[in-house]
């Protein structure tokens, strides 16, 4: 069980529920999509931030 109210978050009732219910709504997709940021760079014009296309 995670502490919310501790530190780093110091978040009240309405925050903690918010937190809960997104996360109850994400696919497993997504929640491992929070774990990982890659940094990538390209010259092709045709690859934006937030495309797949190249890896």
């Not at 918010?18 to 994400?26: A, D, G, K, L, P």
């Not at 491992?32 to 890896?55: H, R, Y």
């Amino acid at each position: 069980m995670i502490d919310y109210t501790g530190n780093p978050f110091y978040l009240d009732e309405e925050g903690i529920n918010w937190v809960e219910n997104t996360y109850r709504s994400m696919s497993v997709e997504e929640r491992l999509g929070q774990l990982f940021c890659p940094i990538v760079f390209s010259k092709d014009e045709n690859v934006t931030p937030f495309s797949s296309k190249g890896f």
